[in-house]
């Protein structure tokens, strides 16, 4: 099934900026859905952005305010995601996804139920 590793984490101050970094290894991820999550203390895990590695095409939540950039370099079977202008609210535990498109275009969003593979996640703290 294969396994994914984020890394990346860290503490920034508000308004800073962090590029976390998820690779996968044993696993087939030239036409699937990559995806970033997060989780903050006593809330649910959410989606924050995704792409289809078959086009590129990505989903992004609509919190990000075009903050985030998910991209991915498939010969380094690595996706990343660039967080930007970082805000108290973004502190959390950021997980990597992976699992199968919903259409053969892709469709990639952020639902988690639509991921089989995850990531052991990251802490991102952000500090006012």
């Known amino acids: 099934q294969g396994q994914l590793a984020e890394s990346g984490g860290g503490s920034v101050h508000t308004g800073g900026s962090l590029t976390l970094s998820c690779v996968a290894s044993?696993?087939?991820?030239?036409?699937?859905?990559m995806g970033w999550f997060r989780q903050g203390p006593g809330k649910e895990r959410e989606g924050v952005a995704a792409?289809?590695?078959?086009?590129?095409?990505?989903w992004y939540a609509d919190f990000g305010d075009g903050r985030f950039t998910i991209s991915t370099d498939n010969g380094k079977a690595t996706v990343y995601l660039q967080m930007n202008s970082l805000k108290p609210d973004d502190a959390a535990i950021y997980y990597c996804?992976?699992?199968?498109?919903?259409?053969?275009?892709?469709?990639?969003?952020?639902?988690?139920?639509?991921?089989?593979?995850w990531g052991q996640g990251t802490q991102v703290t952000v500090t006012s």
């Open positions: 996804a992976a699992g199968p498109p919903r259409f053969y275009w892709g469709g990639c969003r952020g639902d988690p139920s639509d991921y089989n593979v």
């Open positions: 044993g696993y087939d991820g030239s036409r699937s859905c």
């Open positions: 792409i289809f590695t078959g086009n590129t095409a990505t």
